[in-house]
């Protein structure tokens, strides 16, 4: 595995919803339909300079070296699950969550609250979402037109286990 990025490092959380239903609506096809949905993240998250740290499921925990890269892999990827020619009756919308913070990078893992918070945020947000925190935000307001997307303030929420509310 390469050098992950260490200092302040921005991570992504994704997770694609309702995927139980999903199992019970596809049965056998369902593992054809995850890994079509785990290539198209794969081939966001590395356009953009992503590492993979965890896979499980469904879901996926990834660490980028600055907070644009995470959004853009994260957009492209959303925009890649959308334009996706699914199957029949097939809906694949996926949550996903960016948060910059200080991590320590042990043994091809990370350490620390930003990535708990990172999870959190992740946690919240519903398929085709794609929350940011504050932190992140700030680190993007100058990039925000340049890189065509809007942020749009959520203002704070609590998130499970977190002491204080998180501005989103």
Known sequence: MPDLPS???TFLFTDIEGSTRLVKQLRDRYAEVLAEHQRLLRAAFAAHGGHEVDTQGDSFFVAFASARDALLAAV????ALLSHP??????????????TGQ??????RYTGLAVHRAARIGAAG??????VSQAAQTLLEDEEEDLHVFLRDLGEQRLKDLDRPVRL
């Open 86 to 99: 699914w199957p029949e009756g097939v809906q694949i919308k996926v949550r996903m969550g960016l948060h």
């Open 76 to 79: 492209e990827g959303q925009v």
């Open 7 to 9: 200092g302040a490092v």
């Open 126 to 131: 519903h398929g085709g979402q794609i929350l």
């Open 103 to 108: 991590a320590v990078a042990t043994g091809g």
